[in-house]
């Protein structure tokens, strides 16, 4: 591979995707988009490289773009935001929400629909206190090929057994052979959807709880502002942000802040009201202070 | 530091799970089957068993049930590990008073997550 090359792709991935490739990760493009080649036909690497600087051919560039993407995923991964999910956003919105009756969630980069689905689980085990309630699940991907994996809702072994309770797997899925499927429940209050980040999500309407998590990390600071920007533009002002583990929103957005005494859950700056009813101690009306 | 009892008629499967336990700071005690098992409990109760089904002497589950009647059988939280993959056998481990159940093969992610969503660390 030449540098040229690498940095022709490099361009292609951060205009499509926003995916941010560092020159120690030369070695990734040639792996993942080794089988995208063999797809077309293609020998190696450089005769791919040399289709798309030819043809420009909008398949081949979307499957390299799909390759470059990590879809790992896990059901209610890292416990904590879907314990907060639970304890501080729904019964806030249970409250505020009381005349619509209805809350919008976007699962936005929701890969093989795990996070959808848990969220999902969780409304479904609260079904008695939110009768009469309608609410929307959306998960939003970049890559079709994921979002099919989402839509089936076939899960190996190893994928159920990764933070998904026992019980919960039990009521929830039908083995079928050696895979487990989420019933049709389950799979029937979520909708996806494809759509890429890098663009104003305003077709996609408000949300009220935006789950955007373990997607910002791949792009470069511009691109996570924008995007932020653009998340915050459609959330209403009492509206609750989750970002991964290894995300934050300091001195990348000044739209957010992260909530009073809280951990991971963001809201809109100067918009989000501390959640005094149901904080943890210590969860007081005082402005949000950096972890 | 907590205690886990391994109970697993492999002695292979038991040096495994006791590498991964130990790891996760575990103290760790073996039996071979449920009835030594058993005897480990009376002798003093761990704070987490994992648990195979099929064992020669007395079976994971024939454990499970007794354990659960014994004094301080209670406090023990139980995760299964076995072979036996199907929903008939999960819901009788769960009716038995499992608290988890791992499907093998296992590998260190799936007890480490296994264990923590039971509280276990
Ligand atoms: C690591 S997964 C995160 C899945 C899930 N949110 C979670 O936390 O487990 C990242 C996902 O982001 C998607 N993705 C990457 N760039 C994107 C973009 N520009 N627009 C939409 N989705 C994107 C990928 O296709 C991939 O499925």
């Known amino acids: 591979m030449t540098i040229t090359d690498f940095d022709f792709i490099c361009q292609i991935l951060k205009t499509r995707s926003g995916l941010l490739l560092t020159n120690d990760k030369a ?8 089988p995208v080649a063999r797809k077309w036909k293609l020998a190696t690497f450089d005769d791919l490289v040399r289709l798309i600087r030819t043809k420009n051919d909008e398949a081949v560039i979307r499957d390299v773009v799909e390759a470059m993407t990590t879809n790992e995923s896990f059901f209610f991964r890292d416990t904590k935001p879907f314990d907060q999910f639970k304890q501080i956003c729904l019964p806030a919105m249970i409250k ?9 969630i976007w699962s936005a980069a929701c890969s093989s629909g795990q996070e959808g689905y848990s969220l999902a689980m969780i409304l479904s085990e609260m079904s008695a206190q939110l009768a009469g309630w309608k609410i929307e ?6 890559s079709g090929e994921i979002l099919q994996r989402a839509k089936d809702g076939l899960y190996s072994q190893f994928e159920v057994q990764r933070g998904l309770p026992i019980t919960l797997l039990v009521k929830y899925f039908q ?5 487990w499927k989420i019933s049709d429940a389950i799979r029937s209050k979520v909708q996806f959807r494809e759509w890429n980040l890098l663009n104003d999500p305003a077709p996609l309407g408000k949300f009220d709880i935006v789950f955007c998590r373990n997607v910002l990390i791949y792009f470069d600071q511009p691109t996570k502002t924008k995007v932020l920007a653009g998340i915050a533009k459609q959330m209403p002002d009492d509206g609750y942000l989750f970002l991964g583990g290894a995300e934050t929103v300091l001195g990348i957005s000044d739209k957010f802040q992260l909530l009073a005494g809280q951990r991971g859950i963001y809201g809109l700056t100067g918009g989000i ?7 943890t101690p210590g969860a007081g009306a005082s402005p949000a202070a950096p972890r | 530091m907590k205690s886990c009892l391994v109970v697993d008629d492999s002695k292979v499967v038991r040096m495994v799970a006791r590498k991964i336990l130990e790891g996760l700071n575990f103290q760790i005690v073996e039996a071979e089957n449920g009835k030594l098992a058993m005897e480990e409990c009376a002798k003093a109760m761990p704070d987490a068993i994992l648990l195979d089904w099929n064992m020669p002497v007395m079976s994971g589950i024939d454990f499970l049930r007794q354990l659960r009647k014994m004094d301080g059988g209670q406090t023990p939280i139980v995760v299964f ?13 769960i009716t038995a008073g499992a608290n988890e159940y791992i499907m093998k093969p296992f590998d260190s992610e799936i007890i480490e997550s296994k264990f923590s969503q039971v509280g276990l660390l």
Do not use: V, W
């Open chain 1, 27 to 34: 070695y990734l493009l040639e792996i993942r988009l080794l």
């Open chain 2, 81 to 93: 590990c076995t072979t036996e993959n199907d929903i008939q056998h999960i819901q009788e481990a």
């Open chain 1, 175 to 179: 083995q079928t052979g050696d895979r």
């Open chain 1, 96 to 104: 505020a929400r009381a005349s619509s009756k209805t809350i919008r």
């Open chain 1, 273 to 279: 009201k501390a959640p005094t009813a149901f904080g």
């Open chain 1, 137 to 142: 699940i959306i998960g939003t991907d970049l």
